[in-house]
């Protein structure tokens, strides 16, 4: 039922998005010195993707309700592959920001077209939730976040900073094959009229969608020098979005489910605040160890190396006993436990280095064990026809928390990262974990996803 000829395409692609997001870092000094350009304007190179990715996720999950979602995700890799090529070539700096923007769009379709094609073939299987499939998603997410730089970087000393666009080619392609030859095609789509097709999509609730989004990354990716017109301009569009869904029969978000099942608006909180707090931990805690510690590179990705391996561990565990509640409250308590060491670490304590390890150890443990749950939960709370939009729009508030955290460094350090920064962090990152405990004690949230045999 989900043997690796089917789940092995779908992961591979769905984890484009995840590594195009981190290896790219290894590269950015090169094109900023090869166009002439500043460190501020290569970083946009960052920024369009997650801009991109943010508002496509969601989109694709409603596009594939639609139109199929094999076929849409086979759209999406067909746009990654542009993105590759144009990358590879690109003769200046605006080809590259095209690129990255083809890069975040497309790769934003596997994610959520893989959850629709997951729940489809479970559903015919008579399936509840298969955690141990959506917990390799997860994993595999991790893991290749993990490998993204110093794949990056071997591939950037190797063959220049181009590889890193290039890399894409042969990567889409494969998942491309596979899927065509492995994954049954969309059963014949119930819209053939263009009108209807059109209708069913939902394109001004996709425009206001997009519009509060970019206005709210844009205003949290700069808390120091807060924008507030673009906050505004967030709350108007948002506004008016809801407006918009509510008088629509098939919204792109459809608010009349969320005010019926507060359960799964709980679930997007729950994935914006461990989002952001785990984040905080891996930027906020690696530029402390790099400026005030004066710890090497190597030093800090080294101390960082437990996160992901606990993490991976534990995603592991929690996928394989379906656990969901038991897995929230563990990894919330964890969330707490590390916030407290954040709160007493300093750049001269002694033993420093076994305390970073025992930290990175907790934030592994805190994301291993929310991360698999909060999908779990997802999948059993959200409907079976939008399973597909909700799973990228879970997506999306994951990455309102990572450029949340940013902003939180930016205020939190100022121009160097200090004790007194990381100590308030810390306390941060303790509120968030004592709301994710209270969000965790939910009457609706299940204990634990009804056991699925497991298949070859």
């Known amino acids: 039922m989900f043997g690796w000829r089917f789940t092995a395409p779908l992961m591979l692609a769905s984890t484009l998005n995840p590594i195009n997001s981190s290896m790219l870092a290894t ?30 996720q969601p989109t694709f999950g409603k596009l594939g309700a639609v139109l199929g979602a094999r076929r849409v995700f086979l759209t999406g890799l ?18 590259l920001l095209v690129s990255r923007a083809l890069l975040g769009v497309g790769t934003s379709a596997a994610f959520p077209t893989s959850m629709a094609l997951v729940r489809h073939r479970a559903d015919e299987a008579g399936l509840s939730a298969p955690t141990r499939v959506i917990g390799s998603f997860s994993i595999a997410a991790q893991v290749t976040v993990v ?14 900073w181009r590889a ?53 990354l844009l205003f949290l990716g700069d808390l120091q020098h807060p924008s507030w017109p673009l906050l505004a301009a967030a709350v108007l569009l948002l506004a008016l979005l809801v407006i918009r869904e509510l008088r629509v029969p098939e919204p792109l978000i459809d608010v009349r489910t969320l005010i019926r099942h507060p359960a799964l608006a709980r679930t997007y909180l729950r994935q914006l605040i461990a989002g952001l707090a785990v984040y905080t931990a891996l930027y906020g805690v690696s530029q402390w160890m790099g400026e005030a510690a004066g710890l090497g590179a190597a030093s800090v990705g080294v101390i960082m190396i437990p996160l992901s391996a606990i993490s991976v ?4 565990l929690v996928s394989t006993r379906g656990w969901v509640r038991p897995a929230l409250v563990s990894g919330a308590l964890t969330v707490i436990a590390a916030g407290a060491v954040l709160m007493v670490v300093q750049a001269d304590m002694p033993g420093l280095v076994a305390v970073l390890v025992g930290m990175s150890v907790l934030f592994g443990a805190a994301n291993g064990l929310t991360n698999v749950a ?40 100022g121009d160097h990262a200090t004790d007194a920064g990381l100590h308030l962090q810390g306390a941060i990152v303790i509120a968030l974990g004592t709301i994710l405990v209270l969000l965790s004690f939910d009457r609706r949230l299940p204990v634990a996803a009804p056991r699925a045999p497991r298949t070859a």
């Open 27 to 56: 590269g950015l000094t090169s094109m900023a010195r090869d166009f002439a350009i500043g460190p501020g304007t290569a970083a946009a190179l960052v920024s369009v993707l997650y801009l991109c990715a943010a508002i496509m």
């Open 313 to 316: 561990v534990l995603a592991r």
């Open 147 to 160: 490998l993204g730089l110093p794949l990056g970087g071997l591939l950037t000393s190797a063959f220049g």
């Open 374 to 413: 909060i999908q779990t939960a997802l999948y059993l709370q959200a409907p079976a026809e939008q399973i597909g939009t909700a799973s990228g729009l879970l997506r999306t508030f994951g990455y309102i928390g990572a450029i949340f955290s940013s902003s939180l460094m930016t205020i939190t350090f």
């Open 78 to 95: 067909a746009i990654v592959l542009v993105g590759g090529v144009v990358g590879t070539f690109a003769p200046s700096f605006g080809w």
């Open 164 to 216: 890193l666009f290039a890399v894409n080619v042969p990567l889409a392609l494969s998942a491309l094959l596979a899927v065509l030859r492995w994954v049954d095609h969309d059963r014949p789509a119930e819209r053939s009229a263009p009108r209807a097709v059109l209708a069913a999509l939902d394109l001004p609730g996709i425009g206001l969608f997009a519009g509060a989004t970019v206005c709210l």
